[in-house]
């Protein structure tokens, strides 16, 4: 099949392809046909996934209980190595899966020119 990338055409389809097998599973990509919205739904839906990453990053871990100052203390320290230590391509398998969930549809109707 001839290429349908005409803004992204530096981008390789197999490399869309294991992004989209990544978020989807390994039978995912094989059915998708590359174009340009493909490649523009794949980056928004990694980007969001990302940003999800970050914000989770910010939410204090729950205590079940009452926290005490000692808690809140410890838990703030954790927070602040969280960001300090995370790195732009991590992503949270929560995140990455709630972006899977709403970017499949879309990114399926996008491989069939719709």
Known sequence: MASQ????????????????????GSNFGVRI???DKVVKLTWDMVSSSQQCSKLMDMV?????????????VK????LAKRIINS??????????????YQYSRK???????L
């Open 5 to 24: 990338l005409k803004e992204y055409k530096e981008i390789s389809p197999s490399t869309i392809k294991a992004i989209l097998n990544s978020f989807f």
């Open 33 to 35: 046909n590359i174009n």
């Open 60 to 72: 204090p871990r729950p205590s079940g209980f009452i926290p005490s100052s000692g808690y809140i």
């Open 75 to 78: 838990q703030l320290t954790k």
């Open 87 to 100: 790195k732009d391509d991590e992503i949270y398998l929560i995140c990455k899966k709630w972006s899977a």
């Open 107 to 113: 990114i399926q109707m996008a491989s069939n020119g």
